[in-house]
């Protein structure tokens, strides 16, 4: 079966330090890899979507960046964090034969400080 | 106006009871609708697809009104495990979904 993998689960940052999430999928090859963000009380804000390696798709101009060195891992940077950033990042993976069901990571919350 | 709209809650509800969600979506070119279920704190989870035809997973139902661009979930029965925040999702285009903000459940003994 399909397992997908956050890391870390939770991580507070002062303003202006770099960032790096990791995500990676087991079980599958080739899937469509999302990143979302939730700020506190809100719904699902899509940042980035891949459908393959080094393929990546922007939704919300920002700065933050990602990258997908590997068919199954997805990265999720920033040079200079700001505290709006803040917030609970989840990635997501979706078969490419299935591609509207979405299956989410357990994410990871961001406190920027 | 928002893609997808949904009533924030809370619904409190005692538990037994039938309880119902509403969705709208603006964009008539949508495709595919889907409930996710989030606990809190916690990463969402796909409930269930909505057909046009309307579908049924033991005491869940969802409907899809496409001409009212209106979709539903009616909770039968509910239990205390089933209070969580219940996300109306769309699929509008390519391989990207739209999230509503979700209804807050909160049932009760």
């Known amino acids: 079966s399909q397992t997908i993998h956050q890391w870390p689960a939770t991580l507070v940052q002062p303003v202006g330090s770099p960032l790096s999430l990791e995500c990676t999928v087991e079980?599958?090859?080739?899937?469509?890899l999302y990143w979302y963000r939730q700020a506190a009380g809100r719904g699902l804000q899509l940042l980035f979507y891949?459908?393959?390696?080094?393929?990546i798709s922007s939704e919300v101009p920002q700065n933050l960046s990602a990258s997908r060195p590997q068919d199954r891992q997805f990265i999720l940077s920033s040079k200079k964090l700001l505290l709006s950033d803040s917030g609970f990042y989840l990635c997501?993976?979706?078969?490419?034969?299935?591609?509207?069901?979405?299956?989410f990571g357990p994410g990871t919350r961001l406190t920027v400080t | 106006r928002k893609e997808v709209e949904q009533d924030p809650g809370p619904f409190n509800v005692p538990e037994g009871a039938t309880v119902a969600f509403n969705c709208t979506y603006s964009?008539?070119?949508?495709?595919?609708f889907f409930w996710y279920r989030q606990d809190c704190r916690k990463e969402p989870k796909l409930l269930m697809s909505v057909y046009s035809s309307g579908n049924e997973d033991g005491r869940f139902t969802a409907q899809l009104n496409r001409a009212s661009q209106y979709i539903s979930l009616l909770i039968r029965d509910s239990k205390l495990s089933d209070s969580a925040t219940y996300l109306c999702v769309v699929a509008i285009y390519g391989n990207k979904l739209v999230f509503g903000a979700g209804t807050i459940l909160r049932v009760k003994s």
């Open positions: 079980g599958t090859s080739n899937p469509n």
């Open positions: 964009n008539s070119a949508s495709q595919s």
């Open positions: 891949s459908v393959g390696i080094g393929q």
């Open positions: 997501a993976w979706t078969a490419t034969s299935r591609a509207y069901e979405q299956y």
